[in-house]
């Protein structure tokens, strides 16, 4: 059974930056997909990044130049790097993986699910 465990939420202004991190467990093969997506109160969840095991990427236009997806396959973790935040980031934003080696930006085709970490960003 895959685990996904965030860590890096947290409170930051207005243009600040914030790095989030979900570390997976219990899987073998690197050839998978990872995600970040995110849902604010009373929203429903929007992806917001996709990363392929070939290092494809793709990003929600909403934070397109501003948030970079990127992964560590030998630690099992994979980064979300937030610059120039605006309160409208603010959610609790989660890690997801699935079994198929295909991009998808559909919360639906995701299997495995993190906890998620809170980001709250000031005005």
């Known amino acids: 059974q895959v685990q996904l465990v965030e860590s890096g939420g947290g409170l930051v202004q207005t243009g600040g930056s914030l790095r989030v991190s979900c570390v997976a467990s219990g899987r073998t093969d690197t050839r998978y997909t990872m995600a970040w997506f995110r849902q604010a109160p009373g929203k429903e969840r929007d992806y917001v990044a996709v990363n392929s095991y070939i290092n494809v990427s793709i990003y929600a236009n909403s934070v397109k130049g501003r948030f970079i997806i990127s992964r560590d396959n030998p630690k099992n973790t994979i980064y979300l790097q937030m610059n120039n935040l605006k309160p409208e980031d603010t959610a609790v934003y989660y890690c997801?993986?699935?079994?198929?080696?295909?991009?998808?930006?559909?919360?639906?085709?995701?299997?495995?699910w993190g906890q998620g970490t809170q980001v709250t960003v000031s005005s």
């Open positions: 997801a993986t699935r079994n198929s080696p295909g991009i998808s930006s559909s919360a639906s085709d995701f299997e495995f």
